[in-house]
């Protein structure tokens, strides 16, 4: 491969096929899961990408909006295998998460039985704290050099967790420091110097025509369906409504999905009607236990959408065509970003001022990632968490009185398995998964 095309390590496709297949398979816990996976899987156990090179693409895809677990997978396939294997590690990373929601809003608009697989996910979701944990211990111990880098991670943690301070607020505060802290000393003594580039992995620019020619083509799969979905089935249609708006959400949807997903249920239920009360919250929680990213929830919204208004189109087909078209305009932008936006994120690398600043929002997205996966374990061992504020303060107050017991016991019988044993991660998600259905089944 030539230009923005090169690839990084000499891994045949056909080797890296499978491993994000067992990515995407694994890609439970949310954004903080899903980066310890990855991470996992091809820095520490495959070492396809560098460590810098690693926590490079997180703090680009992190600076976009949409899902940021899928834009790196999609980020790190393309380093691997250019524009192709962007798309199969994009493409397969929401697969599995695409079928699973998709056989669940089928099952709840018809019958809102899903035992069985409540049952697996029950099991899998306190041993993905494992996993999180492990990976915010491995990223931690190679990203928090030097004081300065462990004050950023600190503060942002604060930031977002005590006082829901915005994410871009935050990166963007972390950039400016990393920036002049680059600026101030030749080098800096508090360990933010930039890592070296080495010239194996540099890429040269890219064209203005291929990136005229990226754009284009991913501009057009975005809004053409939308357009044939109109002459088909009038400007009037639910798909088409849908189709629009979650095109909206698509580009606003900076910090992660729970950032957008009060403002989608609001509009689901009281402007258009697709839910009732309440039933964003059933969409939700099947999102939280499936594969894949937490935005997916939006297939559970215009399953249901379609379904309860199908016009000329039976209620199987609408909500079906409606799951589709919902995923298509969530991801597609989310491609666009990535291809076209990775060849120039790769050029700063060699920069010291901007490596710096990346370096630093790097710094801060570890404590993002902590605040999710604080967020994330509350949510899974608590069946009500309540929120306090006190002025600018936000706290979460766990019930203790609602206690998970057997979830707390499968989270810390799997970070012992994982950290103190060294088991597999797959084994340990397999065995949780076990127990978690006998249990389900059983009580």
């Keep these: ?15 890296a096929l499978p491993t994000w297949i067992k990515v995407a398979l694994l890609s439970f816990g949310g954004p903080a899961g899903q980066i310890g996976v990855m991470h996992r899987m091809l820095v520490e156990e495959r070492k396809w990408v560098e460590e810098e090179r690693f926590l490079h693409a997180m703090s680009y895809c992190m600076l976009l909006p949409g899902p940021e677990a899928q834009q790196l997978a999609t980020y790190l396939g393309w380093l691997l295998h250019g524009t192709r294997g962007g798309l199969i590690a994009g493409t397969l990373f929401i697969v599995p998460g695409l079928v699973s929601i998709f056989a669940l809003s089928v099952l709840y608009a018809a019958f809102r039985d899903t035992t069985l697989l409540e049952g697996v996910f029950f099991g899998l979701k306190p041993a993905v704290m494992a996993v999180v944990l492990e990976a915010l211990l ?3 111990r190679r990203t928090l050099v030097g004081h300065f880098r462990s004050a950023l991670a600190g503060a942002a943690f604060v930031a977002i967790f ?16 990393g920036y002049m802290v680059s600026r101030g000393a030749r080098r800096d003594g508090a360990g933010l110097e930039s890592p070296s580039v080495s010239s194996t992995s540099w890429m040269p620019a890219p064209s203005p025509r291929f990136v005229l020619r990226t754009a284009v083509m991913w501009l057009a799969l975005w809004f053409v369906p939308i357009g044939l979905l109109a002459l088909w089935l009038g400007r009037g249609s639910v798909l088409v409504d849908e189709a629009i708006f979650f095109s909206k959400a698509a580009v606003v949807t900076f910090g992660g999905a729970y950032a957008v997903l009060a403002y989608i249920a609001q509009q689901a239920v009281e402007v258009y009607h697709w839910l009732a009360p309440g039933e964003m919250l059933d969409g939700l929680g099947m999102a939280e236990t499936t594969p894949g990213p937490l935005i997916q929830v939006v297939q559970f919204v215009g399953y249901l959408g379609a379904y309860r208004h199908p016009g000329v189109l039976s209620p199987l087909v609408a909500g079906t065509l409606g799951s589709l078209i919902t ?10 970003f990535v291809l076209v936006g990775a060849p120039f994120a790769e050029q700063v690398r060699g920069r010291r001022n901007l490596q710096a600043s990346l370096a630093a929002i790097t710094a801060a997205i570890v404590g993002v990632v902590l605040n999710l996966a604080v967020w994330f374990s ?66």
Aim: some cysteine; proline content about 7%.
């Design 162 to 177: 005590f006082f829901d301070v915005p994410f871009p607020v935050i990166i963007v505060t972390a950039a400016l420091l």
């Design 378 to 443: 509350l949510h899974v061992l608590f069946a009500d968490v309540a929120e306090l504020r006190i002025g600018p303060l936000r706290v979460l107050v766990p019930d203790w009185g609602t206690v998970d017991w057997v979830a707390a016991a499968l989270a810390v019988s799997a970070a012992v398995a994982m950290l103190r044993y060294r088991i597999g991660m797959v084994a340990t998600l397999a065995a949780a998964a076990a127990c978690g259905l006998v249990y389900h089944l059983t009580f």
């Design 1 to 15: 491969m030539s230009g923005p095309e090169a690839a990084g390590p000499a891994v045949p496709l056909s080797v």
């Design 138 to 140: 491995r990223i931690g």
């Design 327 to 336: 995923a298509w305009v969530t991801f597609v932008p989310c491609f666009l």
